[in-house]
């Protein structure tokens, strides 16, 4: 069986600034894949190439089956079936917490009000903030925000999710909550490939590891492997994992 | 200065018909509305399409729309009203130009102009609010938007106008109030409005001073109240927690 997510050599240009250089991986269904490295190697980036939010110049991605890369894909329709998760949330803050996790159901998957409803606070439950299905996006925490951004991208009933920092613009004491709901996730089998700085997090649930550098994979191995042998590692990742994991 | 003001003069004949000057003012006022009014519409629909075209990716899309605002807004609105009312028709095929000069009444010819003139004119104006209300969201909202598999438009008109709208109610509401001010330049294409019949009374009746201090008065007075009905507005539509809205 051939994986949910395929990278094939993918390289990316902003003009003569090369930011992605032949990066090739995959997750395979079920899998959880965390991708770290220092701030501008390439990691917001690479995760956006997936859903074809960055474009790619070079190279191939494949997502359960369909080229990312091909002219003739439907991307809204690719898009759809994969779930993201972005750093600042991203919620509609015009629209109300139900409207947020009920607009992209009906306006893009054509379901019914009563059936978006009804899956959207089915959702908003299991984050634990049913009680707050009334209000708007400003009016609540960081934390809970972001645990309506991913009950909104788990209404779409996506095959995969992509998080993209999803706690580095919360207050510390909100990071648990959100990665909680992360983990849940992880263990009942969503395919997952989280950009994050949490050791903890990819030591808990992730499956595979990858460290990026000036925009190329330095680093793509199993989780016991990534941690377990630091010596092993590249002179890169240690001095990066030395910094990150040193308290 | 030694000026006998004679309020009554608005309560006077006019020598023509039953009418007296007051009526001439009502009617005036009812034109520079009339005129305002459906330039508005014109410049509120054209503006948002432009608006949006400039912050396309289509790069001839934005370049259109860019040279149309370098355009209209370059030229000042009288020129623009002259060539709208004496130039333009007589570049239309012989049909429209009859029915333009000889079956249309002069002051429906002239209402015309000076409607499409303000509208065109003030389109250019509301256009680069309508894009600067665009780009002052955060990316990530565009982002997000397409990531839940919406098409382009559906990010419009679900996501970003709603919330670029609400941003730029206030330089709104000034276009609003100009359009109303600008609308006397009709008095020069023989449209009588507001400041056309102001002219007329103060050469009919000799009180110079009497009327323009109410031609003063009501435009103050209307603009004033056009300022309340879009604060109103702007309440109305306050979401709790976005912009300075209370939680």
């Known amino acids: ?247 | 200065m030694n000026y006998n003001w004679d309020w009554n003069v608005f309560f006077k004949s006019t020598g023509i018909g039953k009418e007296i000057y007051l009526d001439w003012f009502i009617s005036g006022l009812g034109w520079t509305i009339a005129v305002a009014l459906a330039g508005w519409i014109i410049a509120l629909a054209l503006g948002s399409v432009l608006g949006v075209m400039r912050t396309l990716p289509n790069k001839w899309a934005a370049r259109i729309a860019t040279t149309y605002v370098e355009l209209f807004r370059n030229v000042p609105l009288l020129v623009q009203l002259f060539i709208w009312y004496f130039l333009v028709p007589d570049l239309l095929p012989e049909r429209a130009q009859i029915w333009f000069k000889q079956d249309l009444s002069p002051a429906t010819s002239a209402y015309l102009s000076v409607v499409v003139c303000l509208g065109l004119f003030t389109a250019a104006r509301v256009c680069e609010q309508v894009r600067t209300g665009i780009q002052a969201l955060p990316k990530g909202q565009n982002y997000a938007a397409m990531a839940m598999g919406f098409q382009q438009a559906q990010v419009y008109r679900y996501v970003l106008l709603p919330q670029a709208f609400r941003i730029i109610i206030p330089p709104l509401t000034s276009e609003f109030l100009n359009i109303f001010k600008n609308s006397s330049v009709a008095s020069l294409i023989g449209l009588m409005e507001l400041l056309a019949q102001t002219k007329q009374t103060a050469e009919f009746s000799a009180n110079l001073f009497e009327a323009f201090t109410l031609a003063t008065v009501i435009y103050f007075v209307l603009n004033m109240s056009l300022m309340k009905f879009m604060g109103w507005v702007e309440t109305r539509l306050r979401v709790p927690g976005m912009m300075g809205g209370a939680k």
């Open chain 1, 1 to 247: 069986m051939s994986a949910m997510i395929t990278l094939k050599n993918v390289s990316k240009w902003y003009g003569d600034f090369q930011v992605l250089t032949d990066c090739s991986t995959a997750v395979e269904k079920g899998e959880v894949v965390v991708v770290c490295g220092p701030s501008g190697s390439g990691k917001s980036t690479l995760i956006k190439t997936v859903n074809a939010l960055e474009p790619f110049q070079k190279g191939e991605i494949i997502v359960d089956g369909m080229s990312v890369g091909d002219p003739k894909t439907d991307l809204p329709k690719l898009r759809a079936r994969i779930g993201m998760v972005f750093q600042n949330f991203e919620l509609f803050p015009h629209l109300s917490i139900t409207e947020n996790l009920t607009i992209a159901q009906e306006r893009v998957l054509g379901r019914s009000k009563d059936e978006a409803r009804q899956k959207g606070l089915h959702y908003l439950d299991r984050v634990g903030l049913k009680a707050h299905a009334a209000k708007f996006p400003g009016q609540l925490s960081g934390g809970q925000q972001q645990r309506v951004a991913i009950a909104r991208a788990l209404s779409m009933d996506p095959i995969a999710m992509l998080f993209d920092e999803p706690t580095s613009a919360l207050d510390p004491e909100m990071v648990n909550e959100v990665l909680d709901v992360m983990v849940e996730l992880a263990h009942e089998g969503m395919t997952m490939m989280c950009v994050t700085h949490e050791m903890g997090f990819a030591r808990k649930v992730a499956n595979r590891v990858i460290f990026m550098d000036k925009g190329a994979i330095v680093e793509d191995c199993a989780k016991e492997e990534f941690f377990g042998d630091i010596k092993a590692r590249s002179e890169r990742a240690q001095h990066f994992l030395s910094k990150i994991l040193q308290h």
